[in-house]
């Protein structure tokens, strides 16, 4: 049997698995992004990032490391569909998850040992769609965009405009480039962040999902802390809480626990190796179960022994950072101001710690390497104003280099009346006598 009798005969016997949301939500999702490509004048939109694809189609793998697409056409190019035509192109091996996750119009595979055949099977979808010719949009000559291929003045209007996200983590320069020497006629539009304007947003099913991953989370991070003392290793910490988070319902996750002890804290994503934790050090611990691929994130801090007055003034700064974050994080506020109220309060310590520079990130739906969704960031120099409903992992920690690091968090979620914490942090610094 043969990825495409496969696919055919799972189709038949088993059907479109549950989705964790019901049609309408996807509708949602889908019209957003129809709208958003009206508005750039795109006759279809290419999306090649995991997490993309299984927000907009439900598509669920653990396998993100191949190249896969989903092609999305305009309404006018779809025969009247609202949402347009939604086709998901996937290695032969993907074919199974594919028919039986993805709420799209049709599944292609394509073979997996032989990857560069992507590229020919997609110019025939794009043709056998009618895009070839197609105008996108009702400019006689539209702007270039960082990117665009085909073009030196600008796109003229009969000339179809396929978007791709450039800056995302999955597009592969070859398969690119490859659709642009074979469709020389068709303008390649750099369209990175167009599915993230949509998806920053969250839905209240989606803030359901990420309260669940929170208790999940919250519960890894409780068994690992109840192991702390000196002669433990980051190891057991680490084998620990992630059989709870496991136990507790969590799925494959989209970034491993992480655990540091002692000057090993004060280095910025190192993690668990075999090392054992000695008297007075710093435990940190940061960890984010996956629920139906949410994650909601948390970082914690105990002492294996009795913190030290440098110590607990380091985590009163945090706390003030953190106060100073979420009473501005109401819509209408910029992520520069919150920042800008962030710098103030840790000015104290600007100068001997070490600090990544970002506030906060945006996190939903994501698979591995990483539960950033990059969607959006609390930083200075960023003017894009909180929206009820965005969600933010507020990585709060401070580094002396060579000495130790203390780091604490929540995820937090934007409302009218500042940030609203999903998982249930103390921010406090407790040292554990074993």
């Given at each position: 049997m043969d990825f495409n009798r496969y696919r055919d005969v799972l189709a038949e016997r088993v059907g479109r698995l549950a989705l964790p949301f019901d049609d309408d939500e996807y509708t949602r999702r889908r019209q957003g992004v129809a709208d958003a490509m009206a508005e750039a004048g795109l006759a279809a939109l290419l999306v090649t990032d995991a997490a993309d694809i299984c927000y907009l189609t439900?598509?669920?793998?653990?396998?993100?490391?191949?190249?896969?697409?989903?092609?999305?056409t305009a309404p006018e190019a779809a025969e009247g569909r609202p949402q347009g035509r939604a086709v998901l192109q996937v290695p032969s091996i993907e074919t199974g998850p594919a028919v039986t996750t993805a709420r799209v119009d049709e599944v292609f595979g394509y073979r997996w040992e032989a990857a560069n055949g992507a590229i020919d099977q997609m110019v025939g979808i794009i043709s056998d769609l009618g895009l070839i010719g197609a105008g996108g949009g009702g400019r006689d000559v539209a702007p270039i965009w960082p990117g665009d291929v085909g073009a030196s003045a600008g796109v003229a209007r009969n000339t179809p405009r396929i978007g791709t996200d450039n800056w995302g983590p999955a597009l592969r320069c070859g398969f690119r480039d490859g659709l642009a020497t074979a469709l020389p006629g068709v303008a390649l539009i750099d369209a990175s962040g167009l599915v993230d304007g949509v998806k920053i947003v969250k839905s209240e099913p989606e803030i359901a999902l990420l309260r669940e991953s929170a208790r999940i989370t919250e519960t890894g991070i409780a068994a690992a802390e109840s192991l702390i003392a000196p002669g433990v290793t980051d190891q057991q910490l680490a084998a620990t809480g992630s059989a709870a988070m496991l136990a507790a319902g969590g799925e494959f996750m989209s970034l491993q626990p992480i655990v540091t002890a002692g000057w090993r804290s004060s280095v910025i994503h190192c993690n668990h190796q075999r090392h054992t934790v000695a008297e007075g050090d710093p435990v940190f611990l940061e960890f984010g179960a996956a629920w139906h691929r949410y994650t909601a994130p948390m970082m914690r801090t105990?002492?294996?022994?009795?913190?030290?007055?440098?110590?607990?003034?380091?985590?009163?700064?945090?706390?003030?950072?953190?106060?100073?974050?979420?009473?501005?994080?109401?819509?209408?506020?910029?992520?520069?101001?919150?920042?800008?109220?962030?710098?103030?309060?840790?000015a104290p310590m600007a100068e001997r710690a070490f600090f990544s520079g970002v506030y906060g990130y945006t996190v939903g739906i994501q698979f591995p390497p990483s539960w950033v969704e990059a969607s959006g960031y609390i930083a200075r120099g960023v003017e894009r104003e909180f929206t009820d409903n965005m969600v933010f992992h507020l990585p709060l920690m401070l580094r002396l280099p060579g000495e130790w690091g203390i780091g604490m968090s929540n995820t937090v979620r934007v409302t009218a009346d500042g940030g609203e914490a999903l998982t249930n942090n103390d921010l406090a610094l407790m040292g554990v006598t074993g």
């Open positions: 439900g598509y669920n793998t653990f396998e993100v490391s191949v190249h896969t697409a989903l092609l999305l105990r002492i294996a022994g009795t913190p030290s007055d440098e110590m607990r003034r380091t985590a009163g700064v945090i706390r003030d950072i953190y106060e100073a974050l979420t009473a501005n994080m109401r819509p209408g506020v910029t992520m520069d101001a919150a920042a800008a109220a962030a710098d103030a309060a840790l």
